[in-house]
Structure formats: structure tokens, C-alpha cells
């Protein structure tokens, strides 16, 4: 029993698998807002042949008992079909995928590209002043390399956002 | 199938809204639903209600669910009329009534184009609903009326919109019967007998036992409320109703303590302030009744049951949760309390029940009325008489409100035997409910007695629904009590904002009995204590709808009266509690 005095935060990845229709994301999304939960970051896309489901994994903060509260709430929504907390339910994995642009020339170019190097981003697009760096993988070190490139040059970032799944046999 | 594509998409919709079994629809016309109307006209399976404004229409058809058990309909055209049902459609959610609203819109081609009486109705009530649905294709309006029947009445329930595009009305498609399955909502109704057998014994371990029971019992039918019952009765357990559910116990019972609560009485919200075993069915905890979070219940190890699992562990933490329809969850906890032979401590619970009556010998719920002729007449007593007398008449009886000191009132010395004799809105607490919601249990019940009990302000809400009533000749019978103020707001002011009666008296009142004259009602007054029998008879006497104003001492307080954010042993009694006792912090005076 979750206890409502337990002000101990934490993260919880949420994977929700709902019908592919209109209006599906918005219902999950002003959930979040109408109840004053945190989303911290949010995918969602098709994930069966058919195109009939979609899959929503959605990070967020809260205490266990509103992540419990969460939980229960995205599942009482019609189109929803399955709730997984891969935080709670074992081991998982969890990446995402940034692009990352950086200007600026001489040293401080040849510097990104090394830390780039060492980090596996690709770089996907090249200008004499610039750099377009893709990089995968979990979101702190997605962190890290952006931190590391703001000495360096760095004009702007696009995230995903994270997929995840639980590791091992199990699924949704 | 070629003959089956002749329908249009206006009588596909009634087709399927009669194999759901609707007898009749709440609505009010306009252009983008016209087809719908013209199919209406061309057919006489269902009757249709003309509502003089769409958010009588939703509370009209709040008043026939909750007074049946069936789900209620509305139909209401695109833009203004989609909107003035939203108030409605979120008084359903809070109090979970089911309810489909069939809204009109711009046809498909135009979405989006700012249309004339466009609204994005699907953006606009998706909180307000349990669900709703765009209908994209004639093709799926059948399948869509369907699946909205089984969610607007599976699980918790509740309202849910029908978006209609006018071409997809017009245009033809193929009937669809009700698929047997939903694809992804299956709430869970059976409880687990883990769970079941975990309460038995925590309750059978009771010293201070007490029920707590909700409208999640009245929502599951009558089955659940006898259930209920017989457990109280079978455990010797105190039990008290919440406001939503009252009448899913018999108030006359002896094991009864009343309504708990804000407005609850002294013996309940002590037995729930110092109980050690607290067995909630169907009610959500809400902060009416729990009073300061951090306060509520300390001492109680708690038993949960509602269908609704994000209910649990909401705002009170419990030991036992059971995600269950009440009555399946009572029907478990019977068997298996006769199948659990540990025995009960009845020393410990005989002391407890003498306890619980020096509570009730507080008698919290007393008044005095002065008697002399031309005394001016006490709300409470007012709804005594009016209890007693149509008691005695042995009619079936609904009792609907509106919102504000006379609720409070009604809840407190009317009486209910049975479930579903009474609405009121409890969650979202809507002033111009009980009107609409009478006319709507008055359609339900022709030949049954229907009474609003209201406040001069609230009624003139939805006022315009005497013409309704007149039109339909719903004899539905407004018992206004007039204390010429928005009581429940003086009241607050009173006891909480220094006595400043900021704009909360009802100033340029009508002539309620020249205003029932005018909607080709009965009206009647009563000024005296004298008086107010023979108005009650001849209220009561009258074969039309009536307005019976019935003037009341203007100052008089709503009490017990647990403060917000007090906890609930610091209740006001009365108003020589008031100075002494108003329990109100800072804190308390930011809540609602
Ligand atoms: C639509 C709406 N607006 C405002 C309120 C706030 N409110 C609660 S009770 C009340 C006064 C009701 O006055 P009246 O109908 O005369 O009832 P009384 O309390 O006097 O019995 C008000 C304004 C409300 N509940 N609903
Ligand atoms: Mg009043």
C-alpha cells in the first residue's frame, strides 16, 4: 500500500498500448495535464502490421502513489489496451535518438568532431561551419554528448524521445 | 445488403439506439441534426422530449438514469448546442451516470473551416466525458452507437458523446448489429477471492466496525443495494451513506447512522473518525467526505471496493483493495463471512455501539420550529413535514435537488428506504439540476410523485424547464425553499469571511406563483408555520405541475458542519458552537 506521506520521487517509463485512432494521443496527454502529472518525454507511433495499434511510451516523475494513480488512469481509457511500468516490472531498455547541430570552425570544430567519434554520432550532414551529429542510445548519454558540445558550438537539438522495451521473453 | 443500403445514416442511428432499448430522447433541434429530426418524425418506437435549453436535456436524462438504471439519451444540434450540454455531460462524469449525448455537427468536408455552428465538440468534452467519438463514415455509425451504449454503462459509468457529422446522417451505409465483445474495455468485475477472504478476516477481527457505502452500490442495481443489506444486517456493523448513495440502505434502520460528511451527522463522522475497521463500498473517498486527509480515519485498517481502480489508493491509502462491481463484491463477502468460522469480538463491538449511541444522543440533527401561528417556518422542518406527509400517502416517491443549504437539508430529514429515489448532483454540485433531473425521473415515472427540492436561486437555473413540464404534462413539483439568499454562500461568508454578504442575496426575486401561473403551473406559497401543511396537501393534490415557494427563516445554518480542512471530530454542532469551535485554518479557508 502506497503511502501518501512517501514524498520520494521517482521516474517511471510507461508503456501504453492503445487503438490507433484520432483523438487517442490527446485523451493520454490531457490526462496528464488535466490531473497535473509531469511528462517528461513521449513517443508514440504504429506498431502492428495492420497499423491498428500504436504504441505510447511515456517518461514521467511522481511520487509511487501518482504513478500508481497514472497507471490506473490511462488504463480506464477506452482505447487503451494494455499499461506497462517497465520501470516496476524488471529490466529494460530504453534509447533514443538525438540530432545535434553544432556551428563554429577551427579547433573548437576539430574537438567536436573527436568527442563525436568517441561517442559513435554519425554525422549526417556537413557544412564548412557546421555539423548535423545523430546519436542513439539512453537519454543520459544523449545528455552527456549535448552538454559536452555546448562549449563547442552547439545551435540546436531535436530528441525522440525514448522507445523502450522490458528485456528478455516478456512483452506488453 | 442492397436492401439494406437504403437507410440513411439518420435511421441507422434510431434503428440502433432502439435495439439498445431507448425509449425516449432529451433534445432540442437545430440545422446539423435536422435529419435525425426528420427520421423522428417518420417513426413512433421513440419518443422524443423537447427540452427548452440543451443543458436541461443532459439533466433530464441524469434524472431518468439514475431513476431507472438505464442509460439516458440526449440529442442536441453542432456548435451552441453541443456546448450548452457540456455542464451536463461533466455533472455525469463526476457522478457517474450513464449517459449518450448525440451531438449534431458541420459535415465532414467543412471540419475545420470555422463552419457555421462548428465547435470542436470531441476537443471540448473529452474531459467531460468517459469517452467520445468522431463519426468519420456512415458505415461505422452503427458499431459506434452500440460500443458508446456498453461504455456509457460498463464499469464505472458514465457520459459519453456521439459526434455526427450531417452528410454521415444523410448519407446510406449497412446496418451493423452489437458486436458481443469490445476490443480493448473490459472492466473488471468479479473480485478476487484473495482479496474477498483477506477483508472477511480483517473484518471479522473488528472491535469498532464500520461500513461506509456509496453510490457505486446504487450504480450497480437493486441486487447490490438487498446485498448490502443483508450484510449490514447479517454483521451488526454501523453503516452510513454517503450523499450519492443514499437510499442503498434503509434510513430507518437501526444500524443506520445517517449521511457522513461535510453536512453528515455527529454520531457517523465520529464512527468513521474512531472506528478501527473500515469496510468503504463504492464510495471514492472524496474530500466532502473525508474532511482534513492527514486527519481522516487514522486509527481504521481499510477495506476498499469500487469497479473504478483508480479510485484506490487515490486520496486514502487502504489495506485490502477490491477492483469489483459492488454488488458482486457484497454477494462474495456474504458467502464467505458464513464460510469464515473465526469468531467476532462482540463484547468489543457491544462497547462500541454504546459509544456510537451517546453520539446519537446528541441528536445533531435537532431544531426548534416555534409552533405559534405566524411563525416564520424552519427549512429543516419544512422537509419534515413535507417527508411525513407524503409518507403517509404510500406513493413511490423521487426526490430530486438543486444545490445549496436546501441539499444539504434534503439529505438530512428526508428519508429513503430504497435505492434510486434520489438525485441530486453530488460531485460536481450543479445549481439548476433539479428541475431538468424531476422532469426527466417524472418521464421514467408518470404516475410516480416527483418533488425538486430547491433554493430560489438554483431553480431559476433551469427555470425555462416549466415550460417542458407543462408541454408534457409532467406534474413534477417544485418545493422551493425561500430563505431569499444563495444560503450555502452566506452561510460561508458568514462563518468564514467576517459576515460580508458579498452578492449572495437574491434580490428582485420573481413572484414564483405568478411565475407558475405564466408556465400554466400550480403556484402556491406558504409565509407561516400555519401555513405549511395545507400547501404541502395541496401541492401534493394537484394533477399539474407545481411551485410551491415556501418562505423560510432567511439566517438559518446548515448544520453539522465539519469546516474544509478540518478533520472529523471538529465538527460544528450549532450555532452556539460556532465562535467557540470554528475549527478554520488558513489552509482550510484556500479549500473549496
Ligand atoms: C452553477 C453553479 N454556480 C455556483 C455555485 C456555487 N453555489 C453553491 S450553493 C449556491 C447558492 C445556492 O442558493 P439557493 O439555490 O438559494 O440554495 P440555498 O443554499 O439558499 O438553499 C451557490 C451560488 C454552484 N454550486 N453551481
Ligand atoms: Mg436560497
Known sequence: MPSPTDTTQRSATISVLVDNESGVLARVIGLFSGRGYNIDSLTVAPVDAEGRLSRINVVTTGTDMVIEQIKAQLDRLVPVHRVSDLSLEGPHVAREMALVKVVGVGEKRVEALRIADTFRARVVDTTVESFVFELTGASDKLDAFIELMRELGLAEVSRTGIAALARGKRTI | MTAELTQTGAEILLRALKDQGVEVIFGYPGGAVLPIYDALFNQNAI??????????????????????????????????????????????????????????????????????????????????????????????????????????????????????????????????????????????????????????????????????????????????????????RMTGFPITNTLMGLGCYPASDPQFLGMLGMHGTYEANLAMHGCDVLLNVGARFDDRVTGRLNAFSQGSRKIHVDIDSSSINKNVPVEVPIVADAGKAL??????????????????????????????????????QDMKPGSIIKPQYAIQRLYEITKAMGKEIFITTEVGQHQMWAAQYFKFEL???????????????????????????????????????????????????????????????????????????????????????????????????????KGLRAETVDQLDDVIHAMLACPTAVIADIAVDPKENCFPMIPSGAAHNEMILGPEHEASDAAVSDQGLALV
Open chain 2, 47 to 232: 419518443r422524443h422530449v423537447l427540452v427548452r435549453q440543451e443543458g436541461g436535456a443532459v439533466h433530464a436524462a441524469e434524472g431518468y438514469a439514475r431513476s431507472t438504471g438505464k442509460v439516458g439519451v440526449v440529442l442536441v444540434t453542432s456548435g451552441p448546442g453541443a456546448t450548452n450540454a457540456v455542464t451536463g455531460l461533466c455533472d455525469a462524469l463526476m457522478d457517474s451516470i450513464p449517459v449518450i449525448c448525440l451531438t449534431g455537427q458541420v459535415p465532414t468536408h467543412l471540419i475545420g473551416n470555422d463552419a457555421f455552428q462548428e465547435a470542436d465538440t470531441t476537443g471540448i468534452t473529452r474531459p467531460a466525458t468517459k469517452h467520445n467519438y468522431l463519426v468519420k463514415r456512415s458505415e461505422d455509425l452503427a458499431r459506434v452507437v452500440h460500443e458508446a451504449f456498453y461504455v456509457a454503462r460498463s464499469g464505472r459509468p458514465g457520459p459519453v458523446v456521439i459526434d455526427l457529422p450531417k452528410d454521415i446522417l444523410i448519407n446510406k451505409a449497412p446496418y451493423e448489429e452489437a458486436a458481443t465483445q469490445h476490443r480493448s474495455y473490459r472492466p473488471r468485475t468479479e473480485p478476487d477471492p484473495v482479496e474477498i477472504s483477506r477483508a472477511v478476516a480483517l473484518l471479522k477481527s473488528a472491535k469498532r466496525p464500520m461500513i461506509y457505502a456509496g453510490g457505486g452500490v446504487i450504480n450497480s442495481g437493486p441486487a447490490a443495494a438487498a446485498a448490502l443489506t443483508k450484510f449490514a
Open chain 2, 331 to 368: 454477494e462474495a463477502l456474504l458467502t464467505e463471512w458464513t464460510a469464515n468460522r473465526a469468531p467476532v469480538d462482540s463484547q468489543a463491538q457491544g462497547a462500541w455501539w454504546r459509544q456510537i449511541d451517546q453520539w446519537r444522543a446528541k441528536d445533531s440533527l435537532k431544531f426548534v
Open chain 2, 419 to 521: 435505492p434510486n429515489r434520489w438525485m441530486t448532483s453530488g460531485g460536481l454540485g450543479t445549481m439548476g439540476y433539479g428541475l431538468p433531473a424531476a422532469m426527466g425521473v417524472q418521464v421514467a415515472h408518470p404516475d410516480a410523485l416527483v418533488i425538486d427540492i430547491a433554493g430560489e436561486a438554483s431553480i431559476l437555473m433551469n427555470i425555462q424547464e416549466m415550460g417542458t413540464l407543462s408541454q408534457y404534462r409532467l406534474p413534477v413539483k417544485a418545493f422551493i425553499l425561500n430563505n431569499q439568499y444563495m444560503g450555502m454562500v452566506r452561510q460561508w461568508q458568514e462563518l468564514l469571511h467576517g459576515g460580508r454578504y458579498s452578492e449572495s442575496y437574491s434580490a428582485a426575486l420573481p413572484d414564483f406563483v405568478k411565475l407558475a401561473d405564466a408556465f400554466h403551473a
